[in-house]
């Protein structure tokens, strides 16, 4: 079931209906596929729900079989009434937690063997069949049973499946958040009225309108008005987004202040938000390459317990001459023993766990493997536009020559700039603007001058804006700004020389602000022993300038869009393990070369599309904290892994009874599926200590 497919409307619908299905899906439901479910946000709580009731209802069938069994009864010494022979009171009290209660561990099992496949439904299928049907031959021949030995491990198994879910559930409940966010109606004008419609019944081109406090139902364009609208539970960028004519809106998001009418784009599974579940959803089922080993080790330890089993009978009872009470007990308690469960769940649970924290904090990770990979990266070369910087120009100086007035030079600048297209020319109104200057409407003969500047008559004035090369080609003389010039050139600025009627009048410098969080990002991951290097288009005087205040020493300039690829492959032919970092179409091959493509903040489709992570803020630090996940959920990878292989290696012996002889010590089959759930329930709870972690893991 894939629910990124599904609009809100129906995934509503489905919310109040799947519960009752559920109960019967359980029935028909392997390991796998449970393990799958669990990570699907609308059936994980009906899931847990019905494990819980299992359990439940089986404890109280359990709690009299114990009372009764053999083992109570002669370790307390008591004889406690019944009305019938005590076996048959078993049988009657056992046979509901066999078939119905722990019903999902034949059935689950019958179906693992039709597709030819051993697992953890088999060994416990087999430990509670083989002790129930010994328990009821034995009840027709007298003599003692194991009923608490199979009613037991059906509900330790059943309490640890519970305990797992639940420790697993914030994840799917967060996604559940998520898909809530969606409003369940949209105002939308059809045929000259507005409508309240369902978000489901939406369509690409509908007009919607928004008012102030309204949530954005599908992804658009806004087509009238002017609004702020706050995307912090969608991108996590806290300050409300001006948004005016032209621009998207993302569903999910929160209207503000002004209202305004957008027209759909984007609506169900094709939605930002869509894409965001989806790409969760994607990386909690996907595999790491260290579960693709443990699944394969878990097959053949499934092979070893059932051998282990019959080994263990055999010795017990045709070498060591034991009663066949005695050599099943060790075979029942070997083989359930050794249930690889932990070893199954060793990474899945660190995978959902360590999936869940990123989406939290808007690092989207699209599968296990980039997981798991991220942990492993050596270099890391970073974009500078967008990534480091603002990829927003602003004007940081403006020198003028002697007679010149700053705000005059400006107006005449900006007049000529209002005529061009080029990114600079906005940062140049933008300071104009700021600082309340009125443009001249009267702007003739402009001239674009390729890869050097523009020109034009502004208020009767020849105004030539452009390079440095411009100047010197119209032989205009900038001795008298000169020194200011080299000052700001050797600071990595972008200048922008004005002459009015043939005559230097001053210098404009641009330069793209570092983010915030840049300088300290990257202290960090020098910190972790990362080769850090920039990649740009800029000139080398620019990019060294910023490369020293940033504190990088490897810095690639003067780099043409489709030549960045080839400097991720020069990193990779030093044999480092390298991550690129963009958010532009021109970054997506070098994103695609890198062994880890990660995408910026409101980076392009292209980029997204490429990369293996995406940052929906455009914060450079939360690089940093993606490698730092990465790390700490490998980490618990490997301990869970550990633990479970060396948890089955001591407890096989142990429970085929390698003590007994010696020191009479024995392990009985309940206790060894106690064991067992045990085990599972330390891998799931060590992954989800990974949450414990989280501070550290924001904290820059």
Known sequence: MDHSKMNHEEMSQMSHEEPKQMKHDMNNMNHTDHEKAMTDPSIAKAMEKDMKDRFLWSLVFTIPIILYSPIFTGLFKISLPTPIPINWLLLILTTPVVFKFGSIFPVGAYQALRKKTLNMMVLIAIGVLTAYIFSVFITFIGGETFFDAAAMLVTFVLFGHWMEMKSRRGTSDALRALFDLVPPQARVIRNGKELLLPTAEVMIGDVIILKPGDKVAVDGEIITGETSIDES??????????????????????????????????????????????????????????QRLADKAAQYLVILAVGAGLATFVYWYFFAGKEIFMALMFAVSAIVVACPDALGLATPTAVAVGTGLGAKHNILIKDASTLEQTSRIQAVVLDKTGTLTEGKPKVTDIVVAHGFIKDEVLRL???????????LSKAILEEAQKRNIILSEKVEQFKSISGHGIEAIVDDKHVLVGNMKLMKDRNIETPLIQNEIDKLLDQGKTLMAIAIDGKIAGVVAVADPIKPSAKKAIEKMKELGLEVAMIT???????????????????????????????????????????????????????????????????????IETANIVLMKSDPADILRAIRLSKATVTKMKQNLVWASIYNVLAIPIAAGVLYPQFGIT???????????LSSIIVAVNAVLLKRAEKDLITI
Do not use: C, W
Request: hydrophobic share 40%; glycine share 10%.
């Open 413 to 423: 600048n900006a007049s000529v700039e209002s005529k061009s297209g080029h990114p």
């Open 667 to 677: 392990l009985r089959p309940e206790f060894s599926a106690l064991l067992m759930s």
């Open 233 to 290: 539970l969608v991108t996590g960028e806290s300050i409300p987004v001006l948004k005016k004519i032209g621009d998207r809106v993302i569903g999910g998001t929160i209207n503000q202040t002004g209202s305004v009418t957008f027209k759909a784009t984007k609506i169900g599974s094709d939605t930002a938000l869509a894409q965001i579940v989806k790409l969760v959803e994607t990386a909690q089922n996907s595999k790491a390459p260290g």
């Open 537 to 607: 288009g800029d000139n080398k005087k620019t990019a060294e300038a910023i490369g020293k205040e940033l504190g990088i020493n490897r810095i690639f300039s003067e780099v043409l869009p489709e030549e960045k690829s080839n400097y991720v492959k020069k990193l990779q032919n030093e044999k480092k393990f390298v991550a690129m970092v963009g958010d532009g179409v021109n970054d997506a091959p070098a994103l695609a070369q890198a062994e880890i493509g990660i995408a910026i903040g409101a980076g392009t489709d292209v980029a």
